[in-house]
């Protein structure tokens, strides 16, 4: 530990215990590198684990059970009205966190790296100091990977107060069931805790300053979720932006793409509209460590800086802000400092949305294969087809397979429905192998199962399906 004015040095300095920060310690820790990890919160996990993915997964859970017993009806099957205990439900999300950050604790010490709780900054090229609960020390360090993360955006007219206008963290902490609420963002995090509130029982409206959902994707993605969300009874202003909240009245004005105004009331609003790298106050001047324009850290395929021997991953360097990215980056940058000839080159990097239904999806969609001047087969399974979605009372959603019409590689695949996060990274693997259309075709999937439609998506594009008609 460092104390007071005692001084450390160490082979490696990681700036941040998330998912980037802990997996590069514990692998260079594992290598038999001096490792030195620097964490200002109490547990190690980052976002991810102790406000973000974890937590609302979890929560998320916990509604698709409540949305599955109201929906159980037509089975035959019934159980009353549901309750919501919010503060044994929250206590359960907490107690799965607790265990998974304990789990973290136990491998870095494992792996001999020394945790230490506090605030890094970057004196010098080599030099870090650290204010810890015990005073000030110093670590110099021979290389240093930056992995202090990424936090919510604030909105001008709308600053957080932990109570009425809150961010994500806290909304997974809530301490009563809302009746309404207001999310501002209709992206990843916003449609995810959306969805999740709405399970649970509340009224929820979602503001999305774009004119539809997950922009970024297929159109069909956005489109089936909304459909979807609108019969859990979320509703949507589209091509709206939030201006102001009263607090007295309980409304959030909102403003749409005309000036005209309208307002929408809520008793907590939560604000999930984009993240921003932490990269103020640790100082990276002083290490001659660069950014851009937006404050992440401008990194090359060895994930190293601007300044010789400092390194950065995870959302500190900006592109999807994702958890998996992080792991990856951490496992490239921990074989980079021990010497190996390790670079980031993958093809594709699959993102995912614990939405009802789930959103997941890998490489180019038709679009973005068009725009780059390439001839497309597409191919779409309706869940509505399938058997093991029926089986399972989820008939919403698709796969869809995009493909290069020349040579029939497999360029994206995108897909909504129930468990979808969990068949995408056969299709990331087919990917990041350049497969061919046939080469998924020839597989043998078990059924009935969920996977089956990537099979039944890929005949589609191939002309060849039998299980949903062909033109």
């Avoid at 604790?105 to 010098?124: D, I, P």
């Amino acid at each position: 530990m460092v104390v007071g004015t005692l001084s450390r040095a160490c082979d490696v300095a990681v700036l941040g215990g998330g998912p980037g920060g802990y997996a590069a310690a514990i692998r260079l820790g594992q290598s038999g590198k001096d490792v030195v990890l620097i964490e200002e919160r109490a547990t190690l996990g980052g976002v991810c684990l102790n406000e973000g993915c974890i937590p609302n997964k979890a929560l998320g859970h916990a509604a698709d059970l409540v949305a599955d017993t109201k929906a159980a009806g037509p089975m035959g099957l019934s159980f009353g009205t549901p309750s919501v205990d919010m503060v044994r439900l929250v206590k359960w999300k907490d107690g799965v966190v607790q265990r998974l950050t304990k789990g973290v604790q136990f491998l870095a010490e494992k792996a001999n790296v020394e945790v230490v709780h506090g605030h890094a900054v970057f004196a010098g090229p080599r030099v870090l100091r650290v204010e810890t609960g015990a005073g000030m020390g110093e670590i110099t360090f021979k290389h240093a990977v930056i992995a202090t993360g990424s936090s919510p955006v604030e909105l001008p007219g709308l600053p957080f107060d932990g109570k009425r206008i809150i961010g994500p963290r806290e909304a997974l902490s809530p301490g009563e069931l809302h009746g309404r609420v207001a999310v501002i963002g209709g992206g990843y995090i916003g449609l995810g805790l959306a969805s999740t509130y709405a399970k649970l029982g509340s009224k929820v409206s979602v503001v999305e300053s774009t004119a539809s959902l997950l922009w970024y994707l297929d159109p069909e993605v956005g489109d089936t979720l909304k459909r979807r969300m609108e019969k859990l009874g979320v509703s949507f202003m589209l091509s709206n932006r939030a201006e102001a909240f009263d607090d007295g009245t309980g409304f959030l004005t909102v403003v749409d793409a005309s000036g005209n105004r309208s307002q929408a009331p809520a008793d907590v609003i939560i604000v999930a509209a984009g993240r921003q790298a932490n990269t103020g106050g640790i100082g990276l001047d002083a290490a001659g460590v660069a950014t851009d324009a937006r404050g992440f850290i401008t990194v090359n395929e060895r994930l190293e800086t601007s300044a010789a021997g400092v390194h950065a991953i995870g959302d500190v360097t900006g592109g999807p802000l994702l958890a998996h990215k992080a792991y990856r980056e951490a496992k490239v940058v921990a074989g980079v400092i021990m010497g190996e000839p390790m670079a980031l080159d993958n093809v594709v990097i699959p993102g995912i949305v614990f939405t009802d239904p789930e959103v997941a999806w890998v490489g180019m969609s038709e679009k973005d294969a068009r725009d780059a001047g390439m001839d497309v087969l597409t191919g779409t399974f309706p869940l509505r087809a399938s058997g093991g979605a029926l089986a399972l009372n989820a008939p919403e959603g698709f796969v869809k397979t995009v493909a290069d019409a020349a040579t029939k590689r497999i360029l994206g695949v995108f897909a909504v429905g129930r468990g979808v996060t969990e068949l995408i990274s056969k299709a990331g693997l087919a990917i990041e192998m350049g497969a061919l259309l046939d080469d998924v075709t020839a597989v043998m999937e078990p059924h009935p199962t969920m996977s089956e439609a990537l099979l039944e998506s890929a005949e589609a594009a191939l002309g060849t399906a039998i299980h949903v008609v062909q033109g």
